[in-house]
Structures are given as structure tokens and as C-alpha cells.
T-cell receptor
Framework: AQRVTQPEKLLSVFKGAPVELKCNYSYSGSPELFWYVQYSRQRLQLLLR??SRESIKGFTADLNKGETSFHLKKPFAQEEDSAMYYC??????????????FGTGTRLTVIP | DGGITQSPKYLFRKEGQNVTLSCEQNLNHDAMYWYRQDPGQGLRLIYY???????QKGDIAEGYSVSREKKESFPLTVTSAQKNPTAFYLCASQPQGGTEAFFGQGTRLTVV
């Protein structure tokens, strides 16, 4: 069964410190992994996806198939990074339809 | 202006009443989802639909019902059987193929 686990509900770091938000997944096939972010009073939006291998707002995430992880990292946290972060998994079913599953989320607070 | 729209933004309901939350998208997406967001529990999938006139139960479907008569619309009815309906409800749509999902602004339902 598919599952996304984010072990930390809350994470606080000081401005300028490195930050890592953990995400582990279980899926029998080859899923696509995402990080979504929800800033205060804004809608949930895509931050980055593993297939694009890009850095968005200084964040990166590498898919580690051996460890089934997709941790989100940023070397120097900024106050504007304070938000709720969700790791998500999308996988194709045998029918060809896709599903989208989310972890429980991590609330990141960057302390000035 | 393309996007996904949820209405109303705030909704109050008396105990024992059914209420319907609207979700409309003009992105021509095949898949649509309803999630419930509670503090500390992240996003939990209520129902999803991959195609018109077809939908599937998610993890917490009890006390909810949906319909998908049109590609653009995926209304969610919170019935009186839902024991704890007060929550923030998010609707999302996704094109076929497992790529980025787009979210509405959400509806906050309060039972009084």
C-alpha cells in the first residue's frame, strides 16, 4: 500500500541555519514525489517535484530509492520559509489512473 | 482566468443538516480530489474521481458523498452522518499522468 511519512510535525530553526524536512514513502511501483507548501493565508501550491531536479527558492530534494526517502533541504533558512510543508506521492495504477497521497505535513518555523 | 475555485470560503451548519461544498475547475483536468485538513493530521483523502461519472472512496469517506456529472465540477456533500465535520476542506485537480495538482482556496466548515 502507498504511504507517505513525515516524522516531524513541527520544526524550528534559526535564520541562516540549514534545514531538512524528512519524508519517507512506500509504494510498490515507481512513484513521482512532490513537495507542496502552504504559506499563511495562501493556497497549497507545488514547491518542487523530483523529476525536474530543480532548486526552487533555494530548496532541493533528492529521491533516494534505496532509502525510499525524499527529504527537502535548504542550506540557509529564511524567515519567509516559515510555512506548512507536505510531501506527496503520485503513482500510476494499473488502470492508468493516478493517485495523489500526502504526508501529515511539517510546520516549519524560522526564528529571526 | 484558469484555476480551481471552491465556494463558499466559510460555511456554518447546524447539527443534523447536510451541506454541499462546491469545487469547479476550468483546467480541463481529468482527476479531482477532496481532502480534509485538520491540525496535526495533514491532508486526508475523502474521495477522488479520475473521470466523469466515476469516483472512489479515499481514507475517510464515511459521512461524505460526491458526484462527478461534469468534468469541471466535483461537489462534496457533508452529511449528518459525519460525526466530526468541523474542518478545513480542500479540493484539488490534476491532469492525467501524475503531474502537478492544483488546489482551491479551501472551505472552512463549522458545525454550530
Amino acid at each position: 500500500a502507498q504511504r507517505v511519512t513525515q516524522p516531524e510535525k513541527l520544526l524550528s530553526v534559526f535564520k541562516g541555519a540549514p534545514v531538512e524536512l524528512k519524508c519517507n514513502y512506500s509504494y510498490s511501483g515507481s512513484p513521482e514525489l512532490f513537495w507542496y507548501v502552504q504559506y499563511s493565508r495562501q493556497r497549497l501550491q507545488l514547491l518542487l517535484r523530483h523529476i525536474s531536479r530543480e532548486s526552487i527558492k533555494g530548496f532541493t530534494a533528492d529521491l533516494n530509492k534505496g532509502e525510499t526517502s525524499f527529504h527537502l533541504k535548504k542550506p540557509f533558512a529564511q524567515e519567509e520559509d516559515s510555512a506548512m510543508y507536505y510531501c506527496a506521492l503520485s503513482g500510476l495504477k494499473q488502470t492508468g489512473a493516478n493517485n495523489l497521497f500526502f504526508g501529515t505535513g511539517t510546520r516549519l518555523t524560522v526564528i529571526p | 482566468d484558469g484555476g480551481i475555485t471552491q465556494s463558499p470560503k466559510y460555511l456554518f451548519r447546524k447539527e443534523g443538516q447536510n451541506v454541499t461544498l462546491s469545487c469547479e475547475q476550468n483546467l480541463n483536468h481529468d482527476a479531482m480530489y477532496w481532502y480534509r485538513q485538520d491540525p496535526g493530521q495533514g491532508l486526508r483523502l475523502i474521495y477522488y474521481s479520475q473521470i466523469v461519472n466515476d469516483f472512489q472512496k479515499g481514507d475517510i469517506a464515511e459521512g461524505y458523498s460526491v458526484s462527478r456529472e461534469k468534468k469541471e465540477s466535483f461537489p462534496l456533500t457533508v452529511t449528518s452522518a459525519q460525526k466530526n465535520p468541523t474542518a478545513f476542506y480542500l479540493c484539488a485537480s490534476q491532469p492525467q499522468g501524475g503531474t502537478e495538482a492544483f488546489f482551491g482556496q479551501g472551505t472552512r466548515l463549522t458545525v454550530v
